[in-house]
């Protein structure tokens, strides 16, 4: 059965979780979602390197979800590893490229490089399934810094990750998920991420105890007994879940 590891839980300013990123092992190779500016660490940290990744999945363009790319993308090019797969929503490639990695990755001593001169690029359409290997991807919209195209998966049909987001009672609703690994910010004036009190609003008590709350700050331990009363609990660092 196919497992899905946290490689991080933290939010952008953690320092003692890493990014939120994960692990999926496949048939087709090691899968990311997302690769943020620790993903090197993070991959060490499970025996892993930066050149061990064959596909990434990119929920949307801040550091801590994308500037890691930089890293995979240029050690596999410069050891001669086929390009990794590169899967996205489509409205991403201006700021994934254009606005983001391009400044780093733009030109090398061969010349001016692409995207795809480092990956082997998948535009994805609103809504639409993929697979990698035998694991099963369907794609959703969060609701994450408005204006910025942010979005999350369904993997297998059961378990939801959310990507970064404010919650999404209608995309519960939708897939009723055996298990969701949704977006958490311990500060209730946080707009663009999932507060605790928007959390409580938003969800039946049934579906928070299917619900493990990851991307969060270092000082989360503040609202550890809250958590622990209303959830699941937190996703933790290292975290294997069975897809
Ligand atoms: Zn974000």
Redesign the pocket.
């Known amino acids: 059965m196919a497992e899905l590891t946290l490689l991080g839980v933290g939010s952008?300013d953690s320092v003692l979780h890493y990014n939120t990123n994960a692990l999926i092992p496949t048939q087709a190779g090691r899968m990311l979602i997302d690769a943020g500016h620790t993903i090197g660490r993070a991959l060490h940290a499970v025996g892993l390197g930066c050149r061990d990744v064959d596909v990434i999945f990119v929920t949307?363009c801040?550091a801590?979800?994308i500037y890691g790319l930089e890293r995979i993308g240029s050690e596999r090019l410069f050891a001669g590893l086929p390009r990794p797969r590169l899967i996205a929503h489509r409205s991403l490639e201006s700021e994934l490229w254009e606005q983001s990695l391009k400044g780093s990755m733009g030109r090398i001593g061969e010349g001016e490089c692409s995207l795809q001169t480092y990956f082997d690029v998948q535009w994805l359409d609103d809504g639409e399934r993929f697979a990698v290997g035998e694991v099963d991807f369907e794609l959703f919209e969060t609701q994450?810094?408005p204006g910025k195209p942010?979005f999350g998966v369904m993997i297998n049909q059961r378990v939801m990750y959310s990507g970064?987001t404010r919650p999404l009672p209608h995309v519960v609703d939708r897939y009723q998920p055996e298990l969701i690994l949704h977006d958490f910010t311990v500060f209730e004036s946080n707009p663009?991420h999932a507060t605790l009190s928007q959390l409580l609003a938003a969800y039946p008590e049934g579906v928070r105890r299917r619900m493990k709350l990851m991307s969060y700050e270092d000082d989360v331990t503040q609202v550890a007994d809250a958590v622990k009363a209303s959830f699941m609990g937190f996703a933790e660092q290292g975290e294997t879940v069975a897809l």
Do not use: E, I, P
Request: charged letters at 20%; a negative charge; one cysteine or more.
């Open positions: 952008a949307h801040h801590d979800h994450h810094t942010c970064d663009v």
